[in-house]
């Protein structure tokens, strides 16, 4: 999502910003686990399991993307986008029909 603010213009700057925003909320990611793992286990184990695999998992994509962002803006543009089209299939194969 933060990609699109690098390629450039005052536009895709704007969404991108506003994307990354929006899914780096509590209230946006947290609402379906709440629904999930009520009922699993310790009051907070769930949550905190999940949150502690989020943020390890934040913090190596940060440190991939800083070091992209040093050699090539290009590069990094690039990586965002293949890694985002990689989840899709993760994405559409855990997702539940209502």
Known sequence: MLAAAGLGGAVPAVIGV????LGGRPGVRGQGRRHRYGGAGP???PFGLF????GVCRFAGSLALGTLYDR????LVA??????LAALPLLLAVRTER
């Open 18 to 21: 506003v994307l990354w925003g």
């Open 43 to 45: 009051a907070g184990l």
């Open 51 to 54: 949150d502690t695999g989020f």
């Open 72 to 75: 090539s803006a290009t590069g």
């Open 79 to 84: 990586f965002s986008v293949v890694l985002q």
